[in-house]
């Protein structure tokens, strides 16, 4: 009786062991989703920046700099002018490269959250 005593106290600890590992992976699962999502939608807004970079704020500032360098050849804007559209141009184009590193930034955060390639390749 003693030894079946001990295994049912046993079997009881096993029960109790198991379930609180079910608990932590289930707890793991729903930070690794919410991980996920978060990600995700920094992505999401990382990559509307990007496009907004590419189709407006690029195009603006180089046809700023055309304009300025034209307006400059027939005298009516000062070299300093021209000089500050082109400042400006560039400082646009270092954040726009910036954003384009924060995307693949958060790509390969979601590559290490999955598991998985997002570019059908093996991380």
Known sequence: LWALGKQVEQVKSARADHAKTKALLTQEQNDLIQKLK???ETLKETHQKVELYERGLLPLTKQAVSSGR???ISNRVEYLGLLTLI???F???TL???MLVAR???ISDLEVLMGASLKG???
Request: charged share 40%.
């Open 38 to 40: 978060e990600t995700y």
């Open 91 to 93: 400082e646009i184009h």
């Open 87 to 89: 400042q400006n141009r």
């Open 96 to 98: 726009y490269y910036d």
């Open 70 to 72: 034209a307006s400059y």
């Open 121 to 123: 390749e093996k991380p």
């Open 104 to 106: 693949e930034s958060k």
